[in-house]
């Protein structure tokens, strides 16, 4: 008998992607590559890479959850897996400072049903995702040229399967395991300075969840520890603020991006 697609409440989605424990964060990591697709190009890997996302989820009213988050996503050298600060456009000739990915934060609300897919010992909860927004940088000049559509578009693509005994354990405040899998298209971003060129980027990344801050790679645990504390936990409680992405975090941090400042900002831990 193959996968049968099943409703699940919200609260197996809150113990597969977070905590049902509002006080508990929640880690996931990824790693994975960065293609470059370019028509009539042959592929380019232009990174690798490495990233988090530590989460918490807190309940409102029953059956449902406010789910608040922090993400950051390192650019390695594709060879050295070395976190890289400087990027050498290939294209354009030019080096231009590398942004790193601080989403802080990343929310949301769960409640209501689920589709997975059961099969057997395991679930798998499949998200297609097509975020289509007005791009926020490009009414400014001064930003413009490096992402000049009009419109953001991309695609993300998550398939995310866990024990489906754990889902229906009571005494299970989260899952014991979890694979990722999650591919995404994408434009240019704006810190490449690829302008209006023709092509997009290609994600390939797989990860799982980690029984906290201490099983992050090590290259996370450092930056978090001595850079980017803040990063650590999950908000205490839900943000009243805009969410974060790569797009607006270029836009905040223009004039630190022009003086070729070192990505991730330094961010404090919270009070």
């Known amino acids: 008998m193959g996968a049968q697609i099943q409703e699940l409440d919200a609260s197996h989605w809150v113990k597969t992607r977070s905590s049902l424990d509002p006080t508990e964060s ?7 590559k960065i293609y470059a697709f370019i028509p009539g190009e042959k592929r380019t890997l232009l990174f690798k890479m490495v990233g988090m996302s530590v989460s918490r989820c807190i309940p409102t009213e029953e059956g449902s959850w406010d789910f608040t988050s922090r993400e ?25 400072p590398v942004m790193h990915v601080a989403n802080n934060p990343v929310q949301g609300h769960f409640k209501g049903k689920f589709p997975a897919q059961v099969d057997g010992d395991s679930t798998t909860f499949v998200f297609d995702i097509f975020p289509t927004y007005p791009n926020p940088i490009v009414e400014n000049s001064k930003l413009a040229k490096y992402s000049p559509q009009s419109t953001y578009q991309a695609a993300e693509l998550f398939k995310i399967t866990v024990p489906t005994a754990d889902l229906f354990n009571s005494e299970l405040p989260s899952v014991s395991q979890l694979r990722l899998s999650w591919d995404r298209i994408g434009q240019w971003l704006p810190w490449m300075k690829m302008g209006d060129r023709p092509g997009y980027l290609i994600y390939s990344a797989y990860g799982s969840k980690v029984n906290g801050f201490n099983e992050l790679p090590q290259l996370l645990q450092d930056e978090i520890n001595n850079r980017v504390p803040l990063y650590r936990n999950a908000p205490k409680s839900f943000l009243d603020v805009e969410d974060m992405t790569s797009w607006l975090y270029f836009q905040q941090n ?13 961010a404090a831990e919270e009070n």
């Open 26 to 32: 929640s880690f996931l990591v990824w790693t994975g």
């Open 72 to 96: 950051l996503t390192y650019y390695l050298n594709p060879e050295t897996e070395e976190v890289l600060h400087k990027w050498d456009n290939p294209w354009t000739r030019e080096t231009v």
């Open 254 to 266: 223009f004039d630190a991006y022009l003086a070729g400042e070192r990505f991730p900002l330094p």
